[in-house]
C-alpha cells in the first residue's frame, strides 16, 4: 500500500488549504494526523472506509473538514481558518478497518508527510 500526500504549503492566517491523500487502490478508514516541531504526532481528522462517520479533536472541529471519494482513492482534509498553531507536518495513514483509529499505534500504513506553514 502506497500513500502519495500533498497540498501543503504556506498560507496567512485566516487562509485556507486542502491536502489530498492517494491510496494505491484499496479501500480503508484513514487518518490524518499533523507533528509540529518538539511535539508529538496527533490526529487531526479521520473517517470511516464508508466516508458516513469522521472524528475531529475540539482544536480542528468546526475548521477542518474530512471527506473521501473512493472512486478516485482519495482522501482530502480542507483547512479553513488557519491559525499559527496549526503549522506542522502532516501525514495521512491507513488503517485495514472499516473503522477509524484515534491512536497513531491504529494504524498500519503511512504516507510521507506535506508541510503546512501558517504565518500570523
Known amino acids: 500500500v502506497q500513500l502519495q500526500a500533498s497540498g501543503g504549503g504556506l498560507v496567512q492566517a485566516g487562509g485556507s488549504l486542502r491536502l489530498s491523500c492517494v491510496d494505491s487502490?484499496?479501500?480503508?478508514?484513514m487518518g490524518w494526523f499533523r507533528q509540529a516541531p518538539g511535539k508529538e504526532r496527533e490526529l487531526a481528522a479521520a473517517?470511516?472506509?464508508?466516508?458516513?462517520?469522521?472524528y475531529y479533536p475540539d482544536s480542528v472541529k468546526g475548521r477542518f473538514t474530512i471527506s473521501r471519494d473512493n472512486a478516485k482513492n482519495t482522501v482530502y482534509l480542507q483547512m479553513n481558518s488557519l491559525k499559527p498553531e496549526d503549522t506542522a507536518v502532516y501525514y495521512c495513514?491507513?488503517?485495514?478497518?472499516?473503522?477509524?483509529?484515534?491512536?497513531?499505534?491504529?494504524?498500519?500504513?503511512w504516507g510521507q508527510g506535506t508541510l503546512v506553514t501558517v504565518s500570523s
Open positions: 495513514a491507513a488503517v485495514r478497518s472499516a473503522y477509524y483509529g484515534l491512536v497513531r499505534s491504529s494504524y498500519d500504513y
Open positions: 473517517i470511516n472506509r464508508n466516508g458516513d462517520s469522521t
Open positions: 487502490g484499496r479501500t480503508f478508514s
